[in-house]
């Protein structure tokens, strides 16, 4: 899919708490997690019915040489507003997961 102003798009460096703010993380790092996989953050988004497009073969402008993919969600609030909401509920997704996996 060709880039829509419509829509907006989500990177998995956003959410990434081992990234400062200067290498894309976009979220505080109370709402960050290791290293989150694409999958994940699409889960979550599907889970709270942002309806995502996955996009895989896609890089990060700022990290070309990763091939980290990306989302795209369309346009239903301001981006920070929706990044903190992801954030948010990535954040207690992952401690669920940690929390089964001991």
Known sequence: MSRDR???VIWPAYF???RTRLEGRKVPKALSVEAPSIELIYEVCKEL???PVLELDKRLPRSNWEKSGR???KKVKKK???LTE?????HEKS?????KSK
Request: net charge neutral.
């Open 86 to 90: 992801i954030g948010k509920a990535l």
């Open 80 to 82: 920070t507003d929706l």
């Open 6 to 8: 419509n829509f907006l």
């Open 71 to 73: 989302i795209l969600i």
């Open 16 to 18: 990434d708490s081992q």
């Open 49 to 51: 019915g942002l309806d």
């Open 95 to 99: 401690l669920k997961l940690k929390s």
